[in-house]
Structure formats: C-alpha cells, structure tokens
C-alpha cells in the first residue's frame, strides 16, 4: 500500500499550525483523500481538532514516551485505509527535550517525510525570507515542500513578503490572512475541545485552503511511500472495559484504546455526567475537565455508589488527572466545594496556576493492574492533592530525576495525575487485561 505524508511545523508555538493542519485535513478530505493525522508530542486537544477535520482518529507520535520502534507502530496505526498521513508538529520545529530528543524535526526524520514550515507574519514583513531561510538551512537531514506564511494582515504585506521569497529561492505554497472569525478559541490546558468547536468551523477552514493555498502544488510535491506495518497484540483474555467518556473526560490517547482492544477488551463509553454506570469488569477514567463540570459531577451520588460497589465486588480502575480527581472525595474549585466519587479520600484543590508540567516515567513499587514495569505518560495540571495518601510508585521526568506527584498504585487500581502512553509499554495492557479476566 502507498499512500503521501507531510509534516506541518512551524518556528515557534502559535504561528498557525493547527488552524493549517485542520485546513489542509478538511480540504483534502473535502477532495475524496482518506487522510490520517497525526500530533507530534502528548497534546490531547489538538487531536480532538485534527480527528474532525479529517473524518477520523488521530494518533499522537511521542518518541520520548514510545521510542523510535514505538513512534513508528503509532504512525502504522494510524495510516492503516488512508491515503495521506498529515502530522502536525509540536512548538517549534527543533523544540524537544534535552538536545532536541523528541522535536518535530526528529520525529519527521525518522518518518521520513517533508516538511511544510508555517510562519507568521505578524509583526514582520521581508525579514520572514531570512527566518525562513536559516530554519531550511539548519539541519540538512531534512527535506522541505515549502513554506506557507500565516496571520497575514494585507495585501501589501503579502507584496512585500513575496518577492522576498522569491530572491531567497523559497517555495511559497500560500499566505492565510489574519481571520479572528477563525481563531480556535483557548482556556487553561490549551484551544478549546473539538467537541465544543461547531463542525462548520472546519468547512469554513477547507474554504480557506482551497481559496489561499496551492493545494495542488503539496499534493503533487509529496512523493508516495510504503508505511510501516502495524503489529497487533495478541489477545489475552475477553474482559469488558467500561470508559468514561464526555464533555468532562475526554483525554485519551487513540493508540490506548487500540491496544486494549487487541489485547481483549470489550470497550463500551458512557458518560458520568449523564449515563447510568455500565456493568464492566474495568473501568477507565481519562483525563478532561472535571472541574467545568462539578456542580453536575457532584450530584451523580447513584454512579459514585455504584461504582464504589463494584470497585468492593473486585472491579478494577484506571484513572488519569481528571479522572484521578473525580475518584477523590471531594474538589475545591473557584472557592465551591463539590462533592466527588470518594474511592480516594483526597481533597482536590484547584489552584487557577500551573501545577507541574512535563514527561514523566512512572515506577510502580508494588502489585498493580498495569505490572511492575515502568511506563512513560506526561504530567499537565492545575490542581493538587491535600488530606490524601500516595503511594505505590515513584516517578521521574525526562531527565532522570525524581519528582513528587499524587496518586494511588495499588492491586486493583491504578490512578494517577499521570497521563500514561501505553504504547511506551504495550506488555502492561496485556497484563491488565490478563488481570481482569482472571
């Protein structure tokens, strides 16, 4: 099978990625093209955007958190009935962890595809020839389709910029004006949830591809490749994971939710803020926000109980930030108390400011669903734990240095402020599936 691929990148963090990569996504789409996307790094929200825009799931590609062997199973995945593979980049193009581990120029050089650099223009004109030019000239192992200039305020600064590329032997595949009516909107962890974003906003940016972009002139740069082939777990056991899954946890890596699947999980979603809890054997709560939606959560007392008893009856549970929060007693937030599930007896306080931020390698210490060995996840939060107990593990970030969290890793639960990968270690999905169903 063959199919194209690019790589969408940029100089710095809020030059338009996004916006371009979900353009190009519902253009091509709009096309007849199956397109697959892809983020690099452990964002969640900007997924949930590409996943609409394109008509399907989106995978992230972390090489930190998965490796090189990793990335390229993610990558496989996701590539799988498709016939272009769009990723969109993480920061700038040469932004990783400690020398540039992890950056959208590694992860494009292990995938071997081109990039598409995206500038802004704001607040520059001519000098973007020169931007452009170093970051083109900077690593030769990688190759360039051109590059599209975004955030442009007028025809004039259109003038001026084009000839500048001209003289500097720069491609130039598109300039996209400044539109506020097309600036994805941003609260504490990020952009807006996709879900909240109304699906026209996504025709109104294919709209603006096929109007200001050489659509065309990228497709036809793209040269076809074989991508790598995906290899499945093998099933271990027929168990019934139930996931939480709404507008108040909606953080979950595709690639997690595949690997339970081919490891024997019946996966059924429901939501805490409306549904009756499911009859499972596992329970799953990701990541989200909580805390926007706690006077709702706090009056769930039937789904707390009931998900209480069944914990009682030996029913597992994984939970991750958001969903660590909901399994405590109880929430601070914005000078409210809420009362939460109360499995855990912490008391939640949100704090309006950064918490922690980074990679991190979980460490468990004690018997668990997920087994001994270490995985990789990220840690993003603004909030914190007080009157509650961790224990069961320890943790680490990209450096190799130990870092404090909250959480509880014990025989039949795993929580955490831990967004985990599992893909950083796929053995530890068959060892939760093999642990439930026995």
């Not at 008509?55 to 990793?70: A, E, F, Q, R």
């Not at 939060?381 to 130990?402: C, Q």
Request: charged share 20%.
């Amino acid at each position: 099978m063959k199919i194209r691929g690019l790589v969408v990148a940029a100089a710095q963090s809020g030059a338009g990625k996004t916006t371009l990569s979900c353009a190009l996504a519902a253009a091509f789409r709009q096309k007849g093209l199956r397109v697959g996307t892809f983020k690099v790094g452990p964002d969640y929200i900007d997924p949930g955007h590409l996943s609409l825009a394109s008509g399907s799931p989106c995978y992230n590609l972390d090489l930190w958190m998965t490796g090189s062997c990793g990335l390229k199973q993610s990558f496989a995945r996701g590539c799988v009935g498709k016939d272009l593979a769009l990723v969109e980049g993480v920061m700038g193009l040469f932004d990783g962890t400690a020398g540039g581990e992890a950056s959208t120029a590694e992860v494009a050089k292990i995938l071997g595809l081109p990039v598409l650099l995206v500038l802004s223009a704001r607040g520059i004109s001519q000098t973007i020839a020169a931007l452009a030019r170093g970051l083109l000239d900077f690593d030769p192992g990688l190759s360039f389709l051109g590059v599209v200039v975004t955030e442009v305020a007028s025809a004039r600064q259109e003038r001026l910029i084009f000839p500048a590329f001209e003289e500097a032997g720069i491609r130039c595949l598109g300039f996209l004006p400044r539109r506020k009516d097309l600036v994805l909107p941003k609260r504490h962890l990020g952009l807006v949830l996709a879900e909240e974003t109304p699906l026209e906003t996504y025709e109104k940016l294919a709209a603006l591809a096929r109007e200001f972009l050489d659509l065309e002139g990228i497709l036809g740069a793209l040269k076809p490749f074989s991508p790598p082939t995906p290899s499945p777990l093998a099933p271990v056991g027929r168990v019934r994971v139930a996931i939480a899954r709404d507008e108040a946890f909606c953080f979950y890596y595709q690639e997690n939710l595949d690997l339970l699947r081919e490891a024997g999980a019946e996966i059924v979603f429901f939501s805490p803020l409306r549904d009756p809890l499911p009859l499972a054997e596992a329970y799953y709560f990701g990541g989200g926000y909580p805390e926007l939606y706690a006077a709702k959560l706090s009056r769930r007392r039937d789904l707390f109980d009931n998900l209480l008893d069944r914990y009682q009856q030996g029913a597992f549970i994984l939970a991750e930030c958001g969903g660590f929060m909901f399994l405590n007693r109880e929430l601070i937030f914005e000078g409210k108390s809420y009362p939460f599930c109360g499995l855990l007896e912490g008391e939640v306080h949100f704090a309006g400011r950064l918490q922690a931020l980074g990679y991190r390698e979980i460490r468990p210490v004690v018997s668990n669903p997920l087994g001994e060995t270490p995985l990789r996840g990220h840690e993003f939060r603004y909030s914190t734990l007080k009157e509650g107990e961790s224990r069961g593990f320890s943790v680490f970030d990209a450096f190799g240095n130990r870092v404090s969290t909250f959480g509880v890793v014990a025989e039949r639960i795993f929580a955490s402020y831990l967004h985990l990968h599992f893909g950083s270690n796929p053995e530890a999905v068959k060892c939760f599936v093999s642990r439930v169903a026995t």
